[in-house]
């Protein structure tokens, strides 16, 4: 299975500052249809022409989000968002999955280290506000005091997210609310990539005010917690060919290693002239290996289905 992008052609380089940079132009399409297309669009065929491996994304993806005006709220089209956007509420029990997952690396003797979103998250603490003092000139201290005795366990775990993950950029209490933060600071609008790869910044937030980034020209929408978590845990296509070729070489091992053994007994058997009983013997065996091989090939088939399904990517009508 290759995971080449069909559209490296349409590659190209911009210099800026002593920098090279690569980004995917789609003007070197040379498709009419794209003229016609709305911006908003546009930033979803730039992602599937980018990701394109005929196996998440394929290039009848591409063709479909080129024929907009036919297949809209026909067909799903697949999308790779840029990053994620949580608020304390969701954002919680997704830093508690990646520390529980943390743990499970541990036992199975792995590094748990390599656990960390893979796409930028962004958690603004801002849903823990009550208002318990008012009509006082200290108000907003006493509050903030208030809140962060309230939810010391809460957010004393939440700092501890931010320092053993990678990726992960935790607005602290205080620091205004999310769709501020959103707009003014947290927005990269043009992100940068593995390889000073340039591409259209984008996200999915658990917040109803995710949307707003909108006004900067960026690409937002809103999301539950199930689909957010699934972004930021998608996993690479080169891993998962990856897997799938070691299990077809363990597949291949393992009948070799099965024909040797039982071209051995065959060989013993006929040299040995053993008796009956004997022979009843290796046929136990020999059943024995056959349903050990069977079982072999049961687990390996149930792997690879697990490696195939476990892809999670976010699909919708448009």
């Known amino acids: 299975m290759t995971t080449n992008n069909p559209f490296d052609k349409v590659k190209d380089v911009l210099k800026s500052h002593d920098q090279t940079y690569n980004f995917y132009n789609l003007s070197k399409l040379q498709d009419p249809r794209i003229e016609k297309l709305p911006y908003s669009i546009r930033i979803l065929l730039e992602s599937a022409v980018r ?17 907009w005006e036919n297949t809209a709220n026909k067909v799903e089209i697949p999308f790779k968002p ?64 208030i809140e962060f005795h309230r939810n010391h366990e809460r957010f004393s775990f939440l700092k501890w997210g931010a320092q053993a993950f990678d990726g992960l950029f935790i607005a602290p209490p205080g620091s205004g609310i999310v769709h501020q933060v959103n707009l003014e600071y947290i927005a990269r609008e043009v992100m940068n990539g593995t390889g000073n790869l340039l591409y259209p910044d984008s996200v999915v937030g658990t917040d109803s ?56 007994n065959n060989n013993n058997n006929n040299n040995n002239n053993n ?43 448009y």
């Open 51 to 67: 990701n394109c491996d005929n196996f998440e994304v394929h290039e009848k993806d591409v063709e479909n989000i080129l024929n």
């Open 275 to 317: 008796n009956n009983n004997n022979n009843n013997n290796n046929n136990n065996n020999n059943n024995n290996n056959n349903n050990n091989n069977n079982n072999n090939n049961n687990n390996n088939n149930n792997n690879n289905n697990n490696n195939n399904n476990n892809n999670p990517i976010y699909y919708f009508n």
């Open 82 to 145: 840029a990053r994620v956007l949580l608020q304390d509420f969701t954002g919680v029990p997704a830093v508690v999955d990646l520390a529980a997952m943390r743990d499970a690396m541990k036992r199975l003797g792995g590094d748990p280290a390599k656990i960390n979103p893979l796409v930028p998250v962004d958690l603004v603490i801002d849903h823990s506000v009550q208002v318990d003092v008012s009509r006082t000139v200290d108000a907003l201290e006493q509050n903030q005091k």
């Open 209 to 264: 005010h995710t949307t707003m980034v909108n006004g900067l020209g960026v690409c937002g929408w809103g999301v539950g917690g199930i689909e957010a978590e699934a972004v930021m845990l998608e996993n690479n296509n080169n891993n998962n060919n990856n897997n799938n070729n070691n299990n077809n070489n363990n597949n291949n091992n393992n009948n070799n290693n099965n024909n040797n053994n039982n071209n051995n």
